[in-house]
């Protein structure tokens, strides 16, 4: 970790931060965005990320990414591009780990199924709830709700919000009004995101048998590096083959991002957050490599994600989350107390229901359900 008076000028300090909601009195032994990390590291919704689906269902298999290990190795990426370009790494590890405390259980058909559900009452979005989350839903604290983070953490979290939502958030949405940029920070960590994703998700999905090689090496990217490691290691195969590319995979947009945004920063020379805030997205990729990236995802959308076993697994989810909503709608008596209203609006109902279902794991929904539906449970 760089301290304060290494960083960049243009970084996120935490000693002249946005500050919290609710005032604190500083740490001796630790900053406000170590302070961040820990709170979110301790909550009950990061725990339950172990059992949230990133592709493929948790039960599917012990060694397929979750929410929590795909927060992990954002992480770790994250970490890794900040201290190259002399940004907060603690900054970018809370967002990190925090970017989906808000995600429902089976994955984005459980965010889509869940805001087709909830669209006459302001709809649902797993980035708004993820700021939801650590903002009023965590009860750790005697004198607040949430886990009142940072300003900068919490502008990270907020990835993506329409005008609607921005106005009803105030200052932490007001970029999106403005249409300014967030922190370095905030911007690295979407694209430490997507590399992490990118190239876990070839893993697990050439574990599961789901693609082949001969179908990525349709892919030019891919192809080079897979090339490469077969110059590098000829006869090579297996999984250590397949390490050894997304080993590159990760490396080359890793340094692309670093090279390109490093020239960027360079040209634009802001002296501070603010005046990064003013400027164009300057955490980018090389125009060839977002192209590389691009064709990379368009093949795990087509090949992968809307591959015929994961849609059943989706039209299962689906019915899962549409049922458990319909019901607790229909008869709010078979939610918990604390998920029960008491003032008879329809659409704050609506919204605890909504709280209740997005911090469900996979198993407790499928059990929810079964507990509901299946006369078995009598």
Known sequence: ??????????????????GRRFAETPHASRSEFQRDRDRIIHSSAFRRLEYKTQVFLNHEGDL?????????????????????????EDLVEAISLAHDLGHTPFGHVGQDVLNECMQEHGG??????????????????????????????????????????????GPVAQRFI?????????????????IA????????????????????????FFARLWRDVQQHFPGLSGRRAIYETLRRLITALADDLIVTSSRLLADAAPKSIDEVRAAPPLIRFSDPMRKDATELKRFLRENLYRHYKVNRMRVKAS?????????FMADPVLLPPDY??????????????????????DRYA??????????EEL
């Open 1 to 18: 970790m760089l301290p304060d008076d290494l960083l960049a000028p243009y970084a996120a300090h935490a000693s002249g931060g946005g």
């Open 319 to 327: 019915r899962i989350v549409r049922e458990l909503y319909g019901a």
């Open 64 to 88: 397929f990414r979750t929410r929590l290990t795909h927060s992990l190795e954002v992480a770790q990426i994250g970490r890794s591009l900040a201290r190259n370009l002399r940004l907060n």
């Open 340 to 361: 029960q209203d008491k003032s008879g609006d329809v659409s704050k109902q609506a919204r605890k229901i909504a709280d209740y279902i997005a911090g469900m794991t």
């Open 197 to 220: 994703y990118n190239s876990h998700d070839i893993d697990d999905g050439l574990r599961s048998g789901l693609i082949t090689i001969a179908q990525l090496e349709q892919v030019e």
């Open 366 to 375: 499928i059990r929810e359900h079964r507990r509901l539906f299946s006369l």
């Open 124 to 169: 649902f979005e797993h980035n708004l709830q993820s700021l939801r989350v650590v903002d009023e839903l965590e009860e750790h604290y005697g004198a607040y709700d949430g886990l009142n983070l940072m300003f900068e953490t919490r502008e990270g979290i907020l990835k993506h919000c329409s005008l609607n939502n921005a106005r009803l958030l």
């Open 178 to 194: 403005d249409r300014t940029q967030p922190s370095l920070e905030a911007q690295l960590t979407n694209l430490a995101d997507e």
